[in-house]
């Protein structure tokens, strides 16, 4: 998945937020919390995409090949795709859209309400 794929694909979710920080990477967010990051883009570089997981998914992913705790946030149970060998974008698609309701579930009650998510 291209950075672009990325940022069309997090645009479509409802209430979703993009920033550009941290060296330039593409930051997405729901009422302000994080759930999917990409960077290291560029001339022979892949994307390296990071997103928040289950427990469960963060304990099997970290068992594939070029699947790592993504860095700084690896206690949160994030994880970060080194390549775009290591998952289909299909899968990634299913992870990013899980990240962003374990994110979305976690806001407050009116934040959720205000941003028109299910309540």
């Not at 069309?8 to 979710?13: E, L, T, V």
């Not at 099997?60 to 206690?75: F, G, V």
Request: net charge positive; charged share 30%; hydrophobic share 45%.
């Amino acid at each position: 998945m291209t950075r672009r794929e990325f940022d069309d694909y997090c645009r479509a979710f409802k209430g979703a937020e993009h920033v550009v920080q941290w060296g330039g990477a593409s930051v997405w967010k729901i009422g302000g919390k994080i759930f999917a990051i990409c960077s290291k883009w560029g001339a022979g570089s892949h994307a390296k995409i990071s997103f928040k997981c289950s427990d469960l998914s963060y304990r099997l992913l970290r068992e594939q090949p070029d699947i790592i705790s993504a860095p700084y946030l690896a206690r949160a149970k994030w994880v970060q795709v080194e390549n775009d060998a290591a998952m289909e974008d299909r899968d990634l698609k299913a992870y990013i859209e899980a990240a962003y309701l374990i994110i979305a579930a976690k806001l407050t009650k009116a934040k959720r309400k205000e941003l028109g998510l299910k309540v």
